[in-house]
């Protein structure tokens, strides 16, 4: 009886960091001021939320407009934290592509795979330009 219940116990102690960890999720708003394409889809212009749900495999629910999707990033580590809470955008002309998320505190972040789209601007030498926003995180 005694070793189950010290089983049991260490179970828990095990377990219960994971499932307190699984229910917190962060959300971080922005407004972005163009249309943008992440994960290949087309997002609009205006309010932008971003929820990390980093319970097992990081997974990013991304809402702007009435477009939702979910993204599964590349997880990025830096040596330094991030000053602020960033959206990282890279610009090819009048097109955007998000591609990077940033957290502040944090020294790891998320990196969205590259477009077909994008891919296909990169082999074709469109300048690309770095447009970083800095956003609130919650």
């Known amino acids: 009886m005694k070793r189950q219940a010290a089983a049991l116990l260490m179970l828990t102690m095990v377990a219960l960091p994971g499932l307190v960890n699984a229910q917190i999720k962060k959300v971080i708003k922005a407004e972005v001021p163009f249309e943008f394409v ?5 997002m609009p212009a205006g309010a932008c939320t ?4 980093g319970s097992g495999q990081t997974i990013l629910l991304i809402s702007s ?9 590349n997880a990025t580590r830096s040596m330094n934290p991030s000053e602020k809470t960033s959206l990282v955008f890279h610009r090819y ?10 957290r502040e505190g944090q020294t790891n972040g998320y990196e969205l795979t ?7 601007l990169r082999a074709q030498n469109v300048s690309e330009n770095d447009v970083t926003l800095l956003v609130a995180a919650k």
């Open 50 to 53: 971003v929820e990390v749900d």
């Open 65 to 73: 407009g009435n477009q939702r999707l979910f993204v599964a990033p």
């Open 114 to 120: 590259a477009s077909g789209v994008e891919k296909e």
């Open 38 to 42: 992440a994960n290949g889809k087309t």
């Open 93 to 102: 002309g009048d097109r955007y592509f998000l591609a990077a998320i940033n």
